[in-house]
């Protein structure tokens, strides 16, 4: 299968997620443009260092698309499954297009939510130390495996870190990784605090 790929540090898509994007740079509002007029799909994978792109990545569809008089257009990108880019396809177009092979990645994986206090409580730490605007209340009302994925996504985490979130093979290793992170991430925040 060969796909439109966006690569965009920071934003990560889980399967069964939505993520809302902002497209204004031209050779991406073409990517769109691309999508639309085919399949609407579009994969989402974080980049290194001299752009070099990583593996692993999660493909969506635009479910919701707005082109906005200056010629923007707001997406909505539902998460439909995991891919690996097995190689960059040359094209005339600016932006990139890979062949991909589709792998499912956390599925059929189930978490108790009696887990979810213990991460709604290390969440709600982490969120006021790095001051994220979510509403607790209301996230809280998540199961724990979309907790799971919305925490990823709206936190400023490391690429480094979101990729390894992203490249894990269940919830309950993805369950684990985020606690100890957010762990770490507190530990860390506290230390500089004290130094100043």
């Known amino acids: 299968m060969q796909i439109p790929i966006f690569p965009l540090n920071g934003a990560i898509l889980f399967p069964k997620t939505n993520l809302p994007l902002n ?11 691309y999508s639309l007029s ?3 799909i579009i994969g989402m ?8 792109l990583y593996d692993v990545g999660c493909y969506g ?9 200056d010629n923007r257009y707001l997406i909505n990108l539902e998460g439909i499954n995991c891919f690996k ?8 177009h600016k932006f990139r297009i890979c062949e991909i092979e589709i792998f499912d990645r956390f599925n059929g994986d ?9 991460l709604l ?14 509403d607790i209340n209301d996230i809280s009302k998540l199961n724990i495996i979309d907790l799971l994925k919305l925490i990823v996504m709206i936190s400023p985490f490391d690429v480094s870190v979101k990729q390894m979130f992203l490249e894990l093979e269940s919830y309950k290793e993805l369950y684990k990784n985020i606690l100890s992170t957010l762990e770490i991430e507190l530990a860390s925040n ?3 605090a004290s130094i100043n």
């Not at 497209?23 to 443009?33: A, L, V």
């Not at 994978?45 to 070099?52: C, D, F, G, L, M």
């Not at 569809?61 to 008089?69: D, V």
């Open 23 to 33: 497209i204004f740079e031209k050779r991406y509002i073409d990517m769109i443009d």
């Open 38 to 40: 085919n399949n609407r």
């Open 45 to 52: 994978v974080q980049h290194k260092e001299k752009n070099k």
């Open 61 to 69: 569809k635009i479910t919701i698309f707005n082109e906005l008089p």
């Open 85 to 92: 880019i097995i190689n960059e396809i040359d094209s005339v």
């Open 110 to 118: 189930n978490l108790e939510d009696g887990l979810k206090s213990k």
């Open 121 to 134: 409580d290390s969440f709600k730490k982490y969120k006021k130390a790095k001051n994220i605007n979510v």
């Open 190 to 192: 506290q230390e500089s």
